[in-house]
């Protein structure tokens, strides 16, 4: 029986049974990333870029298998939506392993650090437990979508309809 709990508990955590969102909260917004030149930008000043678009948001890095099979879905994604923003935060543990990573798998978009990765305030804000994960935040700021690990599930190709 308390095999049975601590399984239980541990998937309950791993795979993150949170509530979902519908807007970012302050510590997630109040949280430093970087450019690819290196300068440090919040993520409320991010999504600030982007006011009155639809943002396609995905948690990645380099070295995440996962993540790297999902690109070619991700690349028909911004086919099919080419009118939403794409901007990837990564989870690299540095800007050159972000930088060979957005070459070598030919990733078009806008990129950001997160230098502490899954563990940043943005991340635990969000109980980012798993990558690749991709949200939607419509063109108001909303957060539409706030998990899905997969660039081709309906919940998100419905999100940006």
Same mark, same amino acid.
């Given at each position: 029986?308390?095999?049975? &709990?601590?399984? *239980?508990?541990?998937?309950?955590?791993?795979?993150?049974?949170?509530?979902?969102?519908?807007?970012?909260? $302050? $510590?997630?917004? +109040?949280?430093?990333?970087?450019?690819?030149? =290196?300068? $440090?930008?919040?993520?409320?000043?991010?999504?600030?870029?982007?006011? @009155?678009?639809? /943002?396609?948001?995905?948690?990645?890095?380099?070295?995440? =298998? #996962?993540? *790297?099979? =999902?690109?070619?879905?991700?690349?028909?994604?911004? #086919?099919?939506?080419? +009118?939403?923003?794409?901007?990837?935060?990564?989870?690299?543990?540095?800007? $050159?392993?972000?930088?060979? @990573? /957005?070459?070598?798998?030919? &990733?078009?978009?806008?990129?950001?650090?997160?230098?502490?990765?899954?563990?940043? #305030?943005? =991340?635990?804000? /969000?109980?980012?437990?798993?990558?690749?994960?991709?949200?939607?935040?419509?063109?108001? @700021? +909303? /957060?539409?979508?706030?998990?899905?690990?997969?660039?081709?599930?309906?919940?998100?190709?419905?999100?940006?309809?």
């Amino acid at each position: 029986m308390k095999k049975l &709990v601590l399984l *239980i508990s541990t998937l309950f955590v791993f795979f993150g049974c949170t509530k979902p969102l519908d807007k970012f909260p $302050e $510590e997630a917004l +109040n949280d430093t990333m970087l450019t690819l030149s =290196g300068e $440090e930008i919040l993520f409320k000043d991010i999504l600030q870029k982007y006011d @009155g678009k639809q /943002i396609v948001i995905d948690a990645w890095a380099s070295w995440c =298998g #996962d993540c *790297i099979k =999902g690109m070619p879905k991700v690349k028909a994604l911004q #086919d099919q939506f080419p +009118n939403a923003v794409y901007v990837f935060l990564s989870a690299d543990r540095s800007l $050159e392993s972000l930088k060979r @990573g /957005i070459q070598k798998y030919q &990733v078009v978009g806008d990129h950001y650090l997160m230098p502490k990765g899954m563990k940043s #305030d943005f =991340g635990k804000s /969000i109980s980012l437990s798993w990558i690749p994960r991709y949200m939607v935040v419509d063109s108001q @700021g +909303n /957060i539409k979508l706030f998990k899905s690990v997969k660039a081709d599930d309906q919940k998100l190709i419905q999100a940006l309809q």
